[in-house]
């Protein structure tokens, strides 16, 4: 059995990796950190977990999360992950980090998008926990960043087309529409009921979210040259869920493939991830409670073309289902141990 520990237990991602870990066979959770609930039990401030999970939420410092666990999931906000996680690993400790502390490889962009970065020395050598890009060194990392919920679903759809050199990486752009949870579980006037419900309205528009970056350095590692997109999220009036939409042209060489058969043979051995049959589109209820990631496109033949679609839960494959692939990995279990439960519909 490992000992696990998750920082930040009562967050949105928190809770649901202590619903994932509830019922994995391999690991033990044995510490849970919140400072709001300090001395309440998970399941008395979750009552979802109530006959599933025995585990008290905690007030501890780095020093004393120590000998509680061997195996760490950061789920606190980025820039507070930088303080905690280089204390974990000088321990021996393994760490999956949810936030974007580590995901970015330079630093100069992170301190651009983000604030100055105290640890950047584990830039290098953190890997960006995307197991369809990077299994194999995922395997052997002690330090697991996991991707960001939209970067998740964008990366996964657009891999395939521009490792194949089939769109022109210069005319990408994305739509993505998110669920509130994305926001997180503090309270802010932005998110409450009467701001979300019965309205749809993106934000940040004009290259202004900071997932941009972390898109572009995935897409132009897939591309072999530097892709700029056009990123613009939305927020939806629902709980979980997110839903990307990806518009590029076709190159000449695009246009005569056969993308269908490039997204099945790239993703054909994929546990998590769902090729689409042509004609159907993801929808978020597909996915919601799910590690999977649903694909489809289509070619709009009069303005030569390619839309992609791609459905995620921010939370499942886009959060804490990713983290506990990424330790599964890291831990030599079996891949979807724990994940391969079907998406909750409706
Ligand atoms: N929500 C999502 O869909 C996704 C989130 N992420 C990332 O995962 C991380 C967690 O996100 P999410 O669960 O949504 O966030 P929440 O705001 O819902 O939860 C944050 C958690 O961190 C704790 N926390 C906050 N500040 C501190 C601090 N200074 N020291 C110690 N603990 C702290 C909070 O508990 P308390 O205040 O009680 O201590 C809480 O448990 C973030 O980095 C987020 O950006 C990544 C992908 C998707
Ligand atoms: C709906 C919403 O507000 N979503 C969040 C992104 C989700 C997230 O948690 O981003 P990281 O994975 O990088 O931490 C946002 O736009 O900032």
Redesign the pocket.
Known sequence: MLDVGII???????VELARILAVHPEVRLTVA?????AGRKMAEVFPSLAKRLDVLCENLTVDELLPRADFFFA????K??MDIVPKLLAAGKKVVD???DYRLHDQRVYEEWYQPHSSPEFLAEAVYGLPELYRDQIRTARLVANP??YPTSVILALTPLLREDLIEPGTLVIDSKSGT??A???ASVANLYCEVADSFRAYKVGGKHRHTPEIEQELSLAAGAPVRVTFTPHLLPISRGILSTSYATLTPRGAKADIFALYEAAYKDEPFVRVLAPGEQPATHNVRASNCCDIAFALDHRTGRIIVTSAID??GK??SGQAVQNMNLMQGFAEGTALMGPACFP
Do not use: D, E, F, K
């Open positions: 930040g237990a009562s967050g949105y991602t928190g950190t919140s400072r709001q609930y789920a606190v906000p980025h507070t992950a949810l936030s974007a960001g919920c949870s994305g997180g579980r503090s921010n939370i886009g959060a």
